[in-house]
């Protein structure tokens, strides 16, 4: 790849289903990624296979509800690498259950993952971009964002306010700053793992009976990134043919 088309990108949430898949698809084009999760060793295993690749990629541990740490983290990249490209908020969490199970706990996850850590990002990344006169954001909502269903009222809402923040960012971002929030339908990832209420857990598993690998999600990210840069692609949602 060209030095001059080489980006830096920051994946959170890297560790596993859309996260790793973007990594590795974005290492394999030919650019920097900085990789960033909880599950230390899953980054490891995640490093060593791009680089026996031949690609090049940093990890680092990374707890997106802290906003110190999502600020050394993107502070730290620029000090490294000279500047920052491409920030990826994919880091989430979906534990879904009725409001009357009255899981708040998890409630709270949801909204300090899925909120919280995209505020922490965007705080950390903003000003960056706006001293090296440029930037993609790049926001993994859900199609979650666009509609509710039962069990999901959280999450969705969640993920509604995702798509409008990032909305927002774009709106009042410098056009060299290009804004893109990608909506992903069923993927095959570990996100049903961490439902704990058996109904939650039995309709998901209907739900998901049809799901696309998260390597479709990473490359439509790719597909946004790839654009000149006066094109911006803002909104993308990628499913499964058979989901309704």
């Not at 088309?5 to 590795?24: D, N, P």
């Not at 793992?193 to 049809?210: F, K, S, V």
């Amino acid at each position: 790849m060209n030095t001059n088309t080489r980006k830096v990108i920051l994946v959170t949430g890297a560790s596993s289903g859309i996260g790793e898949a973007t990594a590795l698809r974005l290492a394999a084009d030919g650019h920097h990624v900085v990789a960033s999760a909880r599950r230390e060793d899953r980054l490891a295993e995640l490093a060593a296979k791009i680089r026996a690749d031949g690609g090049s990629i940093d990890v680092r541990r990374l707890d997106v509800t802290d906003r110190a740490d999502v600020a050394e983290f993107t502070d730290r990249a620029r000090l490294e690498h000279g500047r920052v490209d491409v920030f990826v908020n994919n880091a989430g969490v979906m534990p879904l259950s009725r409001l009357d199970s009255l899981l708040v706990d998890e409630w709270d996850q949801m909204v300090d993952v899925n909120i919280r850590g995209l505020l922490n990002g965007i705080a950390a990344t903003l000003p960056i971009f706006q001293q090296q006169g440029g930037g993609h954001f790049v926001t993994i909502a859900s199609t979650g964002a666009h509609e509710v269903v039962p069990t999901a009222a959280v999450y969705c809402g969640t993920k509604y306010a995702a798509r409008a923040i990032t909305e927002g960012l774009r709106l009042e971002a410098d056009p060299s700053i290009r804004v893109t929030t990608v909506s992903p339908g069923v993927v095959e990832s570990e996100l049903a793992a961490t439902i704990t209420e058996p109904g939650a857990q039995e309709a998901m598993r209907t739900y998901r009976a049809h799901a696309i690998p998260p390597s479709a999600i990473a490359d439509a990210i790719a597909f946004a990134l790839g654009q000149p840069p006066e094109v911006d692609v803002n909104e993308l949602i990628v499913r499964p043919t058979r989901q309704r």
